[in-house]
């Protein structure tokens, strides 16, 4: 696996397969995480064990080659969240990358309020997931339905919330950390929060810190990863030079 504390890729066959850990940046889309290693390495094959939202930031599995066949395990594993709620706010996409609605008066909640509002989203839970999203319906991806202006009535899924802590109340504010199984999207619990709580709420941030025993502390960034592979295309360039096979 490549990790943070990898400095050399040139016994890596990433045709073959390679598992990399990466700690993926705001604005960018999962597919343009897949994208750049692709181009960096240059192999075909490739694709991320999970997608993150442009918005949010984190652990990124991506698998390449026969490697590829091991997504599907990475995607049962449990996924671990940071991130932010941020109340009296409503947005089409349950988050800050559409417009804010709303300036509702948050003032009368209280912390305890908070508090056992979070406690009916442990366990089994039901939520429906955003029009913007990557589910496909009849072929078409929701998020470009969404931006058409294009909306269907989505049926609520059962998902898994294993932990649900609150880490910190600062009004508007309410950062927490969720554990919770796949297919979970903190966006709606975001806004479900702040329905049950009356006001409204949007996702402020997220970041995937863990998937399964695996940390975003242990993964690498972009461009160290851009910068190994420069790397390791120069050692076999200058080996293909001096004639070395």
């Not at 939520?127 to 072929?139: L, N, R």
């Not at 649900?164 to 999207?185: D, R």
């Not at 996702?203 to 995937?208: C, S």
Request: aromatic share 8%; net charge positive.
């Amino acid at each position: 696996m490549i990790k943070k504390g990898t400095n050399n890729l040139s016994d890596c066959d990433f045709n073959s397969g390679e598992i990399i850990m990466i700690d993926k940046p705001l604005n960018w889309t999962s597919f343009d995480v897949v994208s750049k290693i692709r181009n960096a390495v240059g192999v075909k094959k490739a694709g991320h064990a999970g997608t993150l939202d442009p918005m949010a930031t984190g652990l990124l599995i991506i698998c390449t080659g026969k490697k590829t066949k091991e997504i599907l395990f990475f995607q049962d594993l449990k996924k671990t969240y940071t991130g932010s709620i941020l109340l009296g706010k409503k947005s089409k996409s349950m988050d800050l990358e559409t417009e804010l609605i709303g300036d509702e008066d948050i003032t009368s909640i209280k912390n305890e309020d908070i508090y056992n509002v979070r406690e009916k989203f442990v366990g089994d839970i039901l939520q429906v997931p955003p029009m913007y999203s990557a589910i496909k319906f009849k072929g078409k991806s929701l998020y470009n339905m969404a931006r058409k202006g294009k909306a269907i009535e989505l049926k609520p899924r059962e998902v898994s919330v294993f932990k649900f802590e609150i880490l910190e109340i600062n009004k508007p504010y309410v950062n927490f950390e969720i554990t919770c199984s796949k297919g979970t999207y903190i966006r709606s619990i975001a806004n479900d929060f702040g329905e049950e709580l009356g006001c409204g709420g949007v996702l402020g941030g997220l970041r995937r810190t863990a998937i399964g025993n695996y940390s975003v502390n242990d993964a690498l960034s972009i461009d160290d990863f851009v910068s190994l592979s420069k790397m390791m295309k120069a050692q076999k360039e200058k080996e293909v030079s001096e004639g070395v096979h």
